[in-house]
């Protein structure tokens, strides 16, 4: 069954797939290609949802130029500011993700919650 849903002036696509005794699944293809998929799929439990969507091959790539500035000001270059970029960089998507969890906990009423001064600091005056 493939049916297109209005949702908040958006059009949601829905198909219904079948599960096969191994617990496995097929992704319908104009979903696999609209999302970009390749090899393999993130998949997150979200309340009573499972959510599947495409791995970014490279996470944390928009944070690739304060990495690498940090890493310079600590005086690395070369093999070592290419390994270092690396480890750091795999780093990222998991803080941020564990971020995100936190605060919707917070959001919930169910865990701390954090002023902006608690992240960044109080701002400094120029």
Request: charged share 30%; with cysteine.
């Amino acid at each position: 069954m493939n049916t297109a849903i209005a949702k908040g002036g958006s059009s949601v696509n829905r198909k219904t797939i079948r599960i096969s005794e191994k617990r496995q699944v097929t992704i319908p293809q104009k979903f696999y290609e609209t999302l970009g998929f390749s090899t393999e799929a993130e998949c997150i439990l979200r309340g009573n949802e499972i959510v599947l969507r495409p791995v970014k091959e490279q996470g944390g790539g928009e944070f690739a130029e304060q990495i690498l500035a940090d890493l310079i000001k600590q005086g690395l270059s070369g093999e070592q500011l290419l390994d270092a970029f690396k480890k750091t960089q795999k780093k990222v998507r998991p803080a941020v993700e564990a971020m995100l969890s936190e605060a919707e906990q917070a959001a919930r009423g169910e865990g701390e919650s954090y002023t902006y001064e608690d992240v960044f600091g109080a701002e400094e005056e120029v």
